[in-house]
């Protein structure tokens, strides 16, 4: 971590969290898949959460840009109080991005259609301004040249980026990521990979859900290890993958380390 | 290498080479397809004595041998005596160059007949402005009811120094376009209104669509339309009388929007739960992802179950001859009972199938080249 980095995120540490989760509780019919979940992001903190499958990661961060209710417990984003209003939900969802394991791109809409969309019908932003911005993030994303083709014409690594792309056309706070590459072939990974470095670089808020460890340890700033719904362990990357404190911990990491 | 090739992410241009084409003159076709062994000869030769057979003879039947005209007696009445002696030999077109005109336009008046024929035309160019994606915008519903309008006060006149028609002597196509018509414009919105609601988080509304749907299709059309024209005018407070056609115009509208509506139900449950997701992730409002994310795709999904039902509903107004209405149908049939004709409904059904036929290949056209056009996307 750079001299300049360390200065910001000081900066930042007054500010309030990004994400606050206070006392989180979530059921699927009788199944507990969040059980008291405290968690605070600060603006700026990149935090990378891990846990064996089934843990409720994805539930997690799907309760904070509502796509799933959480039944008990506090979320706020940026101050504003996640609740049955539907104005705050707006307003929550306009500064978090969203970026799924399975793309989720609108086939029916060409590249640059699927990143104009939300700018043009939600920020009413006019076309050629929303277009110009959705050019710019296709190139920091590096595909440009693929503006005009169908999501179906591009390889999964592309469609990811585009997605990426298309999340960051809404200018958003905070990105969350749900196991963004574990549906791609290992050599498109890294593009993807790559993106999300550079995207870190620029002092976005993310939250991500994966397993790749080289990734955690090059931008987090935090690691939380999820198991059965509930925070076992959190700390600085390397704390956390050289020196797990719990039993459930020490075999996720054996288990994961096993299957790279 | 062949999976690679074959992996659908591949670009086309990446491709090595193109597959090669079997070529297969027409000879070699037949004998590999037809005559390939003593079987599949024998079927051949049997089947194409037959095809040919029945084509000659109805060759001979609808055209070499057919009467065109008749001679008129001093009162204007048709002679059909050569027609008949011919039965069975010949068709006797006759009776369509006789009758056309009350076939097609029933009992308006008939010095009045250049007001449905126009009212026909513009229901066609209608169809032909609306098939044109470039018109898919404001534009097609200001033409839409300029055209409506147009053909009303044609229809009906009483301005424009038109005299009044009344809607009882209204006939024939125009009938059929207009209950066809305005029975699909107005099912279709209807329709999509229904399958949205039946999938409504509020249950009050979804509760409402299910019984729509599942009442108007528990029952026939032809007992809706005699709720429509018998008991639904009981209920009316005295004085009040709601047009007969607009009744049964209604009754089809509500027909035809629960069967579109599950049609289109069909079509939302197949899109993936992440186009959802990814609308509402974006801060995408309710009806804007509904509008710009899931109807598109939906729709798109549906377009052949829903082209065959608009298909069936086209030929079903003609049920409504059982409620005493001239649509396309119940004037040929009308036709038939003067004594001089009768006996010739082959003819004329012959005449009103090409009619009907017309309209629902141009719509199954349609849709095969709007199905093709929209899925390009889904093409690699
Ligand atoms: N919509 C749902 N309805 C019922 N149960 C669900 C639903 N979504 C998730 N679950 C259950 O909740 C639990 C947590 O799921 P979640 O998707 O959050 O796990 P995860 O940690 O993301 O796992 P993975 O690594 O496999 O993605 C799992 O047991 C799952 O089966
Ligand atoms: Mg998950």
């Not at chain 1, 900066?11 to 199944?31: C, M, Q, T, Y």
Request: charged letters at 20%; glycine letters at 8%.
């Amino acid at each position: 971590m750079s001299a300049a980095e360390t200065l910001t995120s000081a900066v930042k540490a007054d500010a309030p969290p990004a994400i606050l989760l206070e006392r989180v509780n979530k059921w699927f019919g009788s199944l507990h898949v969040l059980r008291d979940v405290n968690l605070s992001v600060a603006q700026g903190e990149r935090v990378v959460v891990c846990g064996p499958s089934g843990s409720g990661k994805s539930t997690l961060i799907r309760c904070i840009n509502r796509l799933e209710e959480h039944q008990e417990g506090r979320i706020s984003v940026d101050g504003i109080e996640l609740s049955d209003d539907l104005k705050a939900l707006d307003a929550i969802r306009r500064e978090v991005g969203m970026v799924f394991q399975s793309f989720n791109l609108f086939p029916h809409l060409t590249i640059l259609e699927n990143c104009t969309l939300a700018p043009i019908w939600v920020r009413k932003m006019p076309k050629k301004e929303a277009e110009a911005l959705a050019m710019e993030y296709l190139t920091r994303v590096r595909i440009p040249e693929q503006a005009g083709k169908y999501p179906g014409q591009l390889s999964g690594g592309q469609q990811q980026r585009v997605a990426i792309a298309r999340a960051l056309c809404m200018q958003p706070k905070i990105m969350l990521f749900d196991e963004p590459t574990s549906a791609l072939d290992p050599e498109m990974i890294k593009e993807v990979l790559d993106t999300m470095v550079m995207l870190a670089d620029t002092g976005m808020t993310m939250i991500c859900v994966t397993h790749e460890m080289g990734f955690a340890r090059q931008v987090a700033d935090r690691v939380v290890f999820m198991d059965r719904g509930e925070i076992v362990e959190q700390g600085e990357p390397e704390a956390i993958f050289s020196n797990p404190q719990t039993d459930r911990l020490k075999l996720f990491l054996s288990q994961i380390l096993r299957g790279h | 290498m062949s999976d690679v090739a074959l992996n659908e992410n591949m670009p086309n241009d990446a491709l090595p080479r193109t597959a090669p084409k079997r070529l297969l003159g027409p000879a070699a076709w037949a004998r590999e397809n037809l005559f390939s062994n003593w079987w599949s000869t024998a079927i051949t030769l049997a089947l194409g004595y037959l095809l040919i057979r029945y084509a000659v003879s109805f060759v001979d039947w609808a055209f070499v041998n057919a009467i065109w005209t008749v001679p008129y007696n001093a009162a204007g009445q048709p002679d059909t005596s050569a027609c008949r002696d011919n039965k069975g030999v010949g068709a006797c077109w006759a009776i369509i160059a006789d009758k056309h005109r009350f076939i097609l336009f029933g009992t308006y008046p008939y010095d009045e007949h250049w007001r449905p024929l126009l009212v026909c035309a513009l229901f066609v160019g209608l169809y032909i402005v609306s098939a044109m994606r470039r018109f898919w915008n404001w534009r097609l519903a200001v033409i839409w009811a300029v055209t409506l309008t147009v053909i009303g006060i044609l229809m009906w006149g009483g301005v424009f120094g038109l005299s009044f028609v009344p809607q009882e002597r209204w006939g024939g196509l125009p009938i059929t376009l207009i209950l066809a018509t305005f029975g699909l414009a107005f099912a279709f919105p209807l329709a999509i209104l229904v399958a949205l609601g039946r999938r409504s988080q509020l249950p009050a509304i979804k509760a409402l669509c299910v019984l729509y749907v599942e009442l108007i299709r528990g029952v026939p059309l032809i007992s809706l339309l005699f709720m429509a024209s018998v008991m639904f005018p009981l209920f009316l407070p005295e004085g009040i009388n709601i047009d007969k056609l607009l009744r049964a115009q209604i009754a089809i509208i509500l027909f035809a929007g629960a069967y579109l509506a599950e049609v289109v139900r069909g079509g939302l449950q197949a899109l993936p739960k992440g186009q959802y997701e990814a609308a509402d992730a974006l801060g995408l409002s309710y009806w804007k992802k509904t509008g710009l994310i899931i109807l598109p795709q939906a729709l798109r999904l549906v377009i052949p179950p829903l082209v065959n039902t608009f298909i069936g509903f086209f030929k079903d107004t003609s049920l409504v001859l059982i409620i005493g209405i001239f649509d396309l149908l119940t004037a040929g049939k009308t036709a038939l009972i003067e004594p001089q004709w009768q006996g010739f409904g082959v003819e004329v059904y012959i005449t009103l199938g090409l009619i009907y036929f017309m309209f629902c290949f141009a719509m199954s056209q349609y849709s095969a080249g709007l199905e093709a056009e929209f899925n390009r996307h889904r093409r690699r």
